[in-house]
């Protein structure tokens, strides 16, 4: 089964590209490699939910950092989608993630699980991938995870 069947599948519909906050584009094709600038979790050209992730009051919960992973993740795969036209014939090499933390917070590989397990259910082998996990003090326009992407394209 061909991942854009596998979209249909799940119920995923990947949404429209989100327009970059600054000087760059989402994603550059280089070769059979496509790069994918950082993806914040943009849905209807908002974020939902903006702050620190972390333990306590005031802080993004790591369950729904987790599940903006995964936003992050889904807006990656629209701009990898956009560059080469479909997905069928992809694979995820790699997966950088960044989550603005509290700093007593060190649960990033966790919150960045979210993005790793939709390209798993999607992408099934095709889907298996290197990744970090990074957490930073902060990320543009206050967003709580920050996702970018390398992909690889078939010859073909």
Avoid: W
């Avoid at 799940?10 to 550059?28: D, I, Q, R, S």
């Avoid at 903006?50 to 807006?75: F, M, Q, S």
């Amino acid at each position: 089964m061909g991942v854009e069947a596998r979209l249909a599948e799940l119920g995923v519909t990947l949404p429209e590209v989100a327009a970059p906050v600054a000087a760059y584009v989402p994603a550059v094709r280089s070769g059979n490699l496509v790069h994918v600038s950082g993806q914040l979790p943009f849905v209807d050209g908002k974020l939902a939910v903006t702050g620190k992730v972390g333990e306590g009051p005031g802080l993004v919960a790591p369950a729904d950092a987790a599940e903006l992973a995964r936003v992050c993740v889904l807006n990656a795969l629209a701009a990898v989608r956009q560059v080469v036209g479909t997905l069928d014939g992809v694979r995820i090499v790699r997966i950088g993630g960044y989550v603005a933390s509290d700093p007593s917070f060190t649960g990033q590989p966790l919150v960045l699980n979210g993005a790793s397990l939709a390209i798993g259910a999607i992408f099934d082998e095709a889907g298996i991938h290197a990744r970090s996990a990074v957490g930073v003090a902060s990320l543009p326009l206050d967003a709580p995870v920050e996702v970018e992407m390398l992909a690889e394209v078939a010859e073909g």
